[in-house]
């Protein structure tokens, strides 16, 4: 069965939003290198102004084994600082979640 996980996120009012891309395109690569596919969303309607960013596996076991690596790298770990001292956006919630066969 299919996991998602996903972290919504807004970006702070007035923020350089260029910076804030290049933050997460630097991320999504290191998510990339650990076996996640994923991709970035704009909220349209609800919630408009947030952004998902959502890593998909085929498993939880391939989930699993992503977390793994990413929280043993260094430089996934350096990342996450920066990314919070930028202070570029705000974080909303998470969620996992597990496709269920119908």
């Known amino acids: 069965m299919a996991v998602n996980t996903h972290f919504v996120f807004r970006p702070n009012p007035g923020a350089d939003y260029k910076a ?3 933050l997460v395109k630097e991320g999504a690569e290191m998510w990339r290198k650990a076996g996640a596919a994923v991709s ?4 349209s309607v609800g919630e408009v102004g947030n952004m998902v960013f959502a890593a998909r596996f085929e498993s939880f076991d391939g989930y699993a084994k992503c977390m793994e690596k990413l ?3 260094p430089a996934f770990l350096a990342w996450q600082q920066k990314n919070l001292a930028a202070g570029l956006s705000t974080w909303v919630r998470s969620n996992l979640a597990r496709e269920i066969p119908i």
């Open 71 to 73: 929280t043993a790298d």
């Open 20 to 22: 804030l891309m290049a």
């Open 40 to 43: 970035l969303w704009t909220i």
